[in-house]
């Protein structure tokens, strides 16, 4: 689960690491309020799920509290890559000198945390990466012993940082190790921890990522998660069990098992061409139950892109005959009116294809192959459209 | 012959009085596999199906038993206890089905398991099977075949499709294992292909991948430097946007790494026959 800046900033603070003292805002009269506390000097900047926001025009500096009310309004308006900008953060304005880049990750393939930092913060560590591997430096965190002091110096003398600043960037270091690990965090990163005119380091932008299979031991941050942020499909799909994420194309995929959906996907890619492919991805889990197979059938559905669906079911422990009667259930439940290939392997799959056959439902056809189904769907996709 | 697993394989079952592992316990059995014993503190001394003795404790089970595997269905909260608790009492395989394990802990169980004698498959993982011998798992026993042809994967169904494929072209398997679709797992791409390219029995290999992470990469540099026997592949995800989660904790592509895209040009520069759609797989190891 992502945090919003805001909502990281706001945690980075709890543990004692130094945050601008802004405020969020709704509404531009809010906007104004705040920035007339902060002193007028503002920066206002979008709440939105996404990177890119500067370069999207949500993030903007006032010298007014009049002009923060303006520049609120107009980027409360905006739609930042296909997501409403429904909050904006006013943070008083920072005059600074350097950019440090400090975060927190896990490293899937030593199976350990990674402290990383670079002096050449303000751009994305994997634009750093690209451009400047070198500026990067990295330390290891032994995750039953945790993160060291003498790390933290390896750390500052790697990034040739002044000094003049070390202890308080090992306060920080430290901060933001425990707040990773209260957190249950998959990244927690600060970019840029500025140093200021007046020489003190701070955190002006950061960003978290909580391991959701840890957010039934955090009811707090599982409270933070923005529905608002998220397609609506994806809040029900979560709420009825349903692994699904929605995507840009037109064909509705339904399948059991995650990797077999992604390859669901890529087969309506791979026969759809440029213009057709996958409209979710969608994770029915096990058993493929008539309630679950219709929930997932509501949910592809509530997508006003899709135009024909492709139902892709492997049965293993599960015999296919059985989710073919499962599938006719609701069918009769949802009664959809798209184009529908249903695509049954495995286990009794020649039973469960004679099932759909003989129920000679106009817009329901059976295929054999995920190549025969996939190029089904595409012809079917292309016909309603 | 077989990895890993083989007729002398003794299998305990931690979790075998819930719902899924007794159902999967029961398969297993019907399927030929040697099920010694169950775990279940506070049922020590209770049979499962009347004929498989019920320990409290894993130390306990191996001390009666002689189980060397065992096989961890308990929910995510109590998994990396068990995973301890094998560690310590010497188990040899330790195969974690669960799903939802937080991944700090996996990482601090992850240490443990590396610094000790015991092997870990998992987590969130469908287990592995040998053909005609025995199954750990949730694989399907109907759908494998005795054969020549080893077989690993990141997943569940899509591995179950394409052994169900072999099988239909008459291309038997030597061993099918799941490694799991966790961000940190114990075992790797790179483990299992060492131990195929060193099993007699296996003549040809496949490896079906997905995005997130550079566990695929890591193979195409092993099969480039210490394979000699072919390889075919197929990597899940190549239609996935970055940045968003495919179902698997681990299918991520973030920050650029992990995309399907770099994943296939790397297997494919190792000499590694990639196939477009898993239904090609069977034909390339022809």
């Not at chain 2, 973030?254 to 069977?282: M, Y």
Request: hydrophobic share 40%; charged share 25%; proline share 5%.
């Amino acid at each position: 689960m992502n945090l919003h800046e805001y909502q990281s900033k706001f945690r980075f603070g709890e543990f004692g690491i130094p945050i601008p003292r802004g405020k969020v805002a709704t509404t531009p009269k809010e906007a104004y309020e705040i920035a007339k506390e902060l002193g007028g000097f503002v920066v206002i900047k979008s709440q939105v799920l996404v990177g890119g926001r500067g370069k999207a025009g949500g993030v903007k500096l006032a010298k007014s509290a009049e002009e923060a009310r303006d520049l609120a309004a107009e980027i409360l308006s905006k739609t930042i890559k296909g997501l409403p900008v429904r909050k904006v953060l006013v943070d008083p304005g920072v005059r600074f000198n350097q950019e440090i880049y400090l975060g927190i990750t896990n490293d899937r393939a030593v199976g350990k945390p990674v402290m990383m930092a670079s002096s050449e913060g303000g751009v994305e560590i994997e634009e750093i990466a690209r451009t400047k591997p070198e500026a990067i430096v990295k330390e290891y965190i032994d995750p039953c012993f945790g993160l060291h002091a003498y790390q933290v110096n390896n750390i500052a003398s790697g990034i040739n940082l002044p000094y003049d600043h070390w202890k308080q960037f090992t306060q920080i270091a430290m901060a933001l190790w425990q707040c990773y690990l209260a957190s249950d965090a998959e990244l927690a990163e600060i970019n840029p921890l500025v140093i200021t005119d007046e020489g003190q380091l701070l955190a002006i932008d950061g960003k978290m990522i909580i391991d959701d299979s840890a957010l039934p031991r955090h009811p707090d941050l599982a409270e933070m998660r923005d529905i608002e942020d998220e397609p609506e499909a994806e809040t029900r799909a979560r709420e009825a069990g349903i692994s699904y994420v929605k995507l840009d194309g037109q064909i509705g995929c339904m399948v059991n098992g995650a990797g077999l959906a992604m390859t669901t996907m890529d087969m309506t890619k791979l026969y759809g061409g440029d213009d057709i492919g996958p409209a979710n991805f969608l994770d029915i889990g096990g058993g493929a139950s008539p309630e679950k197979v219709a929930a997932a059938l509501r949910i592809i559905l509530s997508d006003p892109n899709v135009k024909s669906i492709l139902i892709n079911i492997f049965g293993g422990i599960t015999r296919c005959d059985d989710v073919a009667r499962g599938l006719l259930v609701a069918y009769e439940e949802v009664k959809p009116d798209v184009p529908m290939v249903i695509r049954l392997q495995g286990t009794n799959a020649k039973e469960g294809r004679q099932i759909i056959d003989e129920a000679n439902i106009p817009n329901l056809v059976s295929a054999s192959t995920l190549t025969e189904a996939a190029q089904k769907a595409v012809e079917a996709a292309k016909g309603a459209m | 012959m077989s990895i890993l697993f083989d007729s002398n394989s003794k299998v305990i079952v931690q979790g075998i009085t819930g719902k899924q592992g007794s159902f999967h316990t029961k398969l297993m059995m019907e399927y030929g596999t040697n099920v010694v014993g169950g775990v279940r503190p506070g049922k020590g001394g209770e049979w499962f199906e009347g004929t498989v003795p019920i320990f409290d404790t894993v130390k306990k089970a191996r001390e009666v038993t002689g189980a060397n595997v065992n096989m961890v269905i308990v929910p995510p909260a109590a998994a990396v206890d068990a995973i301890y608790e094998s560690v310590d009492a010497g188990i040899e395989l330790i195969i974690v089905l669960t799903e939802h394990i937080p991944v700090h802990d996996m990482m601090k169980a992850y240490q443990y398991v590396k610094a000790s004698n015991s092997r870990l498959i998992g987590p969130n993982c469908p287990g592995l099977l040998v053909p005609d011998v025995g199954k750990v798992g949730f694989m399907p026993g109907s759908i494998a075949t005795p054969g020549n042809v080893g077989v690993v994967s990141k997943s569940g169904t899509l591995t179950y499709e394409v052994v169900y494929a072999l099988t239909e072209a008459g291309l038997g398997q030597t061993t099918c294992i799941g490694i799991g679709g966790d961000p940190v797992i114990g075992t790797t791409f790179v483990d299992v292909l060492e131990m195929f390219e060193n099993d007699p029995d296996t003549e040809k290999v496949v490896l079906i991948g997905e995005i997130g992470g550079r566990a695929e990469i890591d193979a195409a540099e092993y099969i480039k430097k210490h394979m000699t026997k072919p390889v075919a592949a197929f990597i899940a995800g190549q239609s996935a946007p970055p940045g968003k989660r495919m179902g698997h904790a681990g299918a991520i592509v973030s920050g650029g790494e992990g995309t399907a895209e770099e994943k296939i040009k790397a297997l494919q520069n190792a000499g590694v026959r990639v196939a477009r759609n898993p239904e090609e797989i069977p034909d390339l190891l022809k």
